[in-house]
């Protein structure tokens, strides 16, 4: 492979400006990582804002007009600069890694990407400082909801700009990814030789460069409309064209918000069960089958608008739990007869599978349009939409974050706070979660400031808030976890964990072109390979001697 030269990174500049100007993609990476989780406890915040107004009946916490405003701001917040920027982080820090690549495709545009993501951010919030306030017509903004003259003021369209910067960035970001996946593989990795979580990443950046396109083009219709004075969406189909363009991204972005954190859940999996991923080429063609099918299934979203084929959508909605279960069924052989280590990232990872299922198995009972008819638009969509991007991904998250940290920073991460982290994390999630699927089955509405003092409704919405108290203190213990690892750091050397992949060959953190050397690469798990052939893994402290791989020809 040839043409790499731009991929390789200028020797970086110190301070704020080497950071800001930086093209060596584990900066990025970081960067990314670590503004999305500063917009993590922005989102959190809301959050709690809104558990505090939905604690009691008739709550005057805040007034509708605000609450509408949190909500709306709540969700965008964890969506567009959260979940989507961090599953991509993973991806910008660690394909090249985990490919052996000196460098990512284009770094200058995935750092372009990582600012335009910023801009996004900081223009969706600057609605709160407009009269009008921010945008305050859901995550989604349904049109004629998001219209001129339902939303007036400016706070709407600073919220279609920057949710159209950001998924922009996210754009470049997994098109950088896909092109390093394709393009600058070491020598002797195929594809079929890639890691798992790399073909998470690959099935992630392929929905991404599919179905990104097509919101930027449906915001941008709405601004136009907005602007205009209505009239755009009216002359296309109205609302439902509206929602059938959302969809056709909405749908596939939540996988997208899935997939690296499967890939990386399974990778600890395998790590701390001693044993390699099962089932491996199963895997490969159902992620990428689970990939198609997320772009066949946007119409289940719309089964009550008695606009679509239901049918059609009904089927490939439950299709889904096929490919699915090839991936349970891949983390239960990983698992079986494994010397299991049932560390910090470990709890995290069989975390992540055991309440993704929750999220999965809701989801199945909303592919049906008659239960759907009854749960649509009720809490119960909430309890769902939440026990798969945080009961699930974040799940992952922390799992990947307790994982790479060694690797990202020459520092393990404490045990005794991640333990409190994941039991803390797991008792808030559920108790603030499983209580909406219960809510919306007895009718209590999604979208709601207040509500009617019906038997049952008040206790279980305090238990909600409770948890997601809970969910607060476990994000600090995380934030304390990391302070305590700067200020009294366990130095951890090339490969801590005894992993299987390229990213372990190397000193940690890596250096600026990332290896001074490559194993041979036999298989998707090369540094397993060299500990059951005999071979000498790489030690703590010191740079792994592993046989040279061309790096001119990445």
Request: glycine content about 12%; cysteine-free.
């Amino acid at each position: 492979m040839t043409g790499a030269a731009s991929a390789v990174p200028r020797p970086a500049f110190r301070g704020l400006i080497g950071w800001a100007g930086t093209t060596d993609h584990k900066r990025i990476g970081i960067l990314t990582g670590s503004t999305a989780l500063a917009f993590f406890a922005a989102g959190g915040a809301l959050a709690m804002v809104i558990r505090a107004q939905l604690s009691e009946p008739d709550a005057h916490v805040v007034s509708q007009d605000v609450y509408d405003q949190v909500f709306t701001m709540h969700g965008s917040t964890m969506i567009y600069l959260v979940v989507i920027p961090l599953a991509l982080a993973l991806g910008v820090y660690m394909v090249p890694l985990q490919v052996g690549a000196a460098n990512i495709a284009a770094p200058r545009l995935v750092l372009a990407g990582y600012w335009l993501y910023v801009s996004g951010g900081i223009g969706m919030y600057l609605g709160f400082t407009t009269t009008h306030g921010a945008a305050k017509a859901g995550w989604y903004s349904f049109y004629p909801l998001s219209g001129a003259r339902a939303t007036p003021g400016p706070g709407m369209d600073f919220w279609i700009v920057g949710v159209m910067l950001a998924l922009a960035g996210a754009t470049l970001m997994a098109g950088a990814i896909l092109a390093t996946i394709l393009r600058l593989r070491a020598p002797g990795m195929t594809l079929l030789r890639m890691p798992v979580f790399t073909w998470a990443m690959t099935a992630t950046t392929v929905m991404t460069v599919v179905s990104f396109p097509v919101a930027l083009l449906g915001f941008a219709l709405l601004e136009i409309d907005r602007q205009t004075g209505g009239g755009v969406y009216d002359r296309i189909g109205g609302p439902i064209a509206y929602q059938n363009l959302f969809w056709f991204f909405a749908h596939p972005a939540v996988y997208e918000m899935f997939f690296p954190f499967l890939g990386a859940a399974a990778e600890v999996l395998a790590v701390f069960a001693g044993r390699r991923w099962f089932g491996y080429r199963a895997f490969v063609p159902s992620v990428m089958a689970f990939a198609g099918l997320s772009t066949l299934v946007w119409g289940h979203h719309m089964f009550s608008t008695g606009r679509n084929t239901n049918e059609f959508f009904a089927l490939t909605s439950t299709a889904i739990v096929i490919v699915a279960g090839i991936e349970y069924f891949g983390a239960i052989g990983t698992l079986w007869l494994g010397k299991i280590r049932l560390t910090v990232p470990m709890l995290f990872a069989i975390g992540f599978f055991l309440q993704f299922l929750v999220g999965g198995l809701s989801g199945v009972v909303v592919a049906s349009p008659t239960l759907d008819y009854h749960l649509t638009d009720s809490y119960f969509i909430v309890g769902h939409f939440h026990y798969t991007l945080f009961a699930g991904s974040m799940f992952g998250l922390f799992a990947a974050l307790y994982y790479w940290f060694p690797k990202m920073t020459g520092r393990f991460l404490s045990e005794r706070l991640g333990r409190w982290q994941f039991w803390v994390m797991a008792a808030g999630t559920n108790l603030t979660f499983f209580p909406m699927l219960v809510l919306g089955y007895e009718g209590m509405p999604r979208r709601i400031a207040s509500y009617p003092d019906n038997p049952g409704w008040q206790a279980l919405n305090v238990v909600s808030s409770a948890g997601a108290a809970l969910v607060a203190v476990s994000m600090a213990l995380f934030a304390a976890a990391v302070l305590a690892a700067w200020r009294r750091p366990s130095a951890a050397g090339p490969d801590p964990w005894g992993g299987h992949t390229l990213e372990w060959a190397t000193s940690s953190p890596p250096p600026l072109l990332n290896f001074a050397a490559l194993p041979p690469i036999r298989s998707y798990a090369p540094l397993l390979d060299l500990r059951e052939a005999g071979g000498a893994g790489p030690r703590a402290g010191s740079q792994p001697a592993l046989p040279a791989a061309g790096r001119a020809s990445r």
